[in-house]
């Protein structure tokens, strides 16, 4: 986004536009507001990012990168439409569309059609759990449901308090009404949502039978972004892979024309000389082969971390390499192995956006996504490629299953497997891998040692992320860090993996989460089908919702160190009483 004139209407980076402010989003300009458009509506892109494994799983050719160096790079429109004049005098409310005038609007933003000053974008909006989005129904609401008259509107406030209860829309017909309920969708009854798509201009709008749900414009529930992301590793960043990648399209319709010859014809002319038939073959096979849910792509991953000394997986230093030392005898009942990735790669795919409520980071299949255009005869999604380091750490499997056999343990993590259960049912989520109270270990230690490390690698608790690995022979957990717009990171989080420095995080995790200033009400939390929590809260085990991968849900700190009354729940609690020479 550009510079119209001297009127600055905005910039915006491109990882803000993958994680916050993608199409279908409302952004606040410098004189108006505005969203994004869908992609298909997009005239430039920018760099191209190949990663073979996401491409696969999102049934697209590639990603590229939103570009965001020039004028106009970008297309927007205006939303909302109506708009309020400043001039406490005048109030008019208008929509812009009326007569309307592009050279003018460049140049001095937009301005009231009756005084000519400065006018701003409705504070009020209105969406729907399918995604619409729309204008507020200012008449309708004013006239008590009637639509009928056409008189001009305008807004004004009484100036006694900042409540909504102090500003009024009044009608020329002579009809008055506050705001107080105005963002109340039971005060809505009967108004159906338009199915109207403001990032789509050129479609129609839908039949859409939804309940109108109000919002002010800059709520934080208008737009929640839908994204996948992958740590690039071996072999996939492997060259050879990145070719395929490039030369897929004209392999696959050489495939269809003329069979096994076509694939012969295209590996002459692209890859003979560098690879030889096997290795191609081998690669174009997996390529080929959709991954089917995300969790393969986790697998694959956690395969890969795992085996980082192995050949096949130190292929390409460039994007992946990671170290790891000795486990010290006193750590080994609890973790397997610690390893330092010193360089990491993530590519984070935009896929679409949902309203009024979060989208579940890990389900495969979810209703009221509003999916991007994947493009037309190249199908593409926006991405960003994320430059890093992290800290991966494996829990030791079979002091795992012993755990999870204890009596105790099997009670609540049956009650977190049928709670998280019923939660996702609830809204319709379809989800591959149920979780139980082992997941609840690993994520609660992962924001335990998050909180921990933002006091000393200097980075804050927000830009430290976490991924989970859990399921069929996966156990652990990845902290790491990055930048889109930088080569990479400080290196003050990998340094943190040394045992000399990750013992005390260990040791100032335990001691932060036996004693929690909202106890005891979040020492007797337990899970529900309407808040999968247990023992946590924010002042001890939440973090920042985009460092969490499952938001802030599923955790308990119980699960974690021994509490009051919930001592045998604890998996840690032999090295709690070492390190905090804690009697249990």
């Known amino acids: 986004m550009g510079i119209f004139d001297k009127n600055n209407l905005g910039e915006l980076k491109p990882n803000q536009i993958i994680t916050t402010f993608g199409p279908g989003s409302i952004i ?8 994004l458009l869908d992609i298909n509506y997009w005239k430039d892109k920018g760099k191209r990012i190949v990663d073979g494994r996401l491409a696969s799983y999102l049934n697209v050719d590639c990603f590229y990168m939103p570009r965001t160096s020039h004028y106009g790079d ?49 504070r009020f909006i209105n969406m729907c759990s399918d995604g619409h989005m729309d204008e507020f129904p200012w008449r309708w609401w004013v006239h008590q449901g009637d639509m009928s008259c056409r008189k001009k509107l305008k807004l004004f ?10 500003i009024w829309v009044e009608c020329d017909c002579g009809a008055r009404r506050n705001m107080s309920g105005a963002t109340q969708k039971e005060n809505f009854e009967g108004l159906n949502c338009s199915g109207r798509h403001p990032f789509r201009p050129n ?17 934080s529930n208008v737009y929640f972004s839908v994204t996948r992301s992958a740590i690039s590793i071996p072999p996939w960043i492997n060259p050879l892979y990145n070719l395929i990648d490039d030369h897929l399209k004209t392999i696959e319709e050489l495939q269809d024309l003329f069979g096994e010859t076509g694939v012969t014809k295209a590996y002459e002319k692209y890859f003979s000389a560098n690879y030889t038939r096997e290795e191609f073959d081998i690669a174009l096979k997996r390529r080929q082969e959709n991954i089917r849910e995300f969790m393969e792509i986790k697998q694959m991953e956690y395969a890969a971390i795992t085996h980082h000394r192995d050949p096949a997986y130190a292929s390409n230093k460039k994007n992946f390499k990671a170290e790891e030392d000795l486990l010290p005898p006193y750590l080994q009942p609890y973790f397997s192995r610690v390893i330092r990735i010193t360089r990491l790669r993530e590519v984070k795919v935009l896929l679409g956006f949902t309203r009024v409520e979060a989208p579940d980071p890990d389900a495969d299949e979810q209703p009221n996504i509003v999916y991007l255009h994947k493009g037309g005869a190249e199908k593409w999604l926006p991405a960003v490629e994320i430059n890093g380091e992290g800290i991966f750490i494996e829990f030791n499997k079979d002091t795992l299953k012993r755990w999870k056999k204890t009596v105790s343990v099997a009670s609540i993590s049956k009650i977190y497997y049928d709670c998280y259960l019923a939660f996702c049912e609830s809204r319709g989520w379809t989800v591959t891998v149920e979780r139980d109270a082992e997941y609840v270990l690993l994520h609660t230690f992962s924001h335990l040692l998050i909180r921990q490390m933002a006091l000393f690698s200097g980075y804050s608790s927000s830009a430290i992320r976490e991924r989970i690995y859990f399921g069929e022979n996966m156990s652990g957990i990845l902290l790491y860090t990055g930048s889109a717009d930088k080569e990479g990171s400080l290196g003050g989080l990998v340094e943190l993996g040394h045992y000399n420095k990750l013992l005390p995080l260990i040791q100032g995790a335990f001691e932060e989460a036996l004693l929690c200033t909202n106890d005891p009400e979040c020492l007797y939390k337990m899970p529900s089908n309407e808040d999968a929590d247990g023992a946590a809260c924010h002042s001890c085990s939440m973090i920042s919702e985009t460092a969490c991968e499952n938001g802030n849900r599923m955790l308990d700190r119980g699960m974690v160190v021994p509490l009051s009354g919930r001592e045998h729940h604890s998996y840690f609690a032999g090295l709690v009483k070492d390190l905090c020479q804690l009697e249990i």
């Open 203 to 219: 479609q129609h709008n839908k039949s859409c039978k939804k309940e109108i749900i109000p919002s002010q414009r800059g709520a």
């Open 74 to 122: 970008i297309p927007i429109v205006t939303f909302p439409n109506m708009h309020v004049c400043s001039n406490l005098k005048c109030g008019r409310i208008f929509d812009i569309q009326e007569g309307f005038n592009l050279e003018k609007y460049l140049q001095f933003g937009v301005t009231c059609p009756d005084c000519h000053k400065p006018a701003y974008p409705s």
């Open 157 to 166: 406030s009484t100036g006694d308090t900042s409540t909504l209860a102090d």
């Open 28 to 35: 606040d300009a410098v004189k108006d507001s505005v969203t």
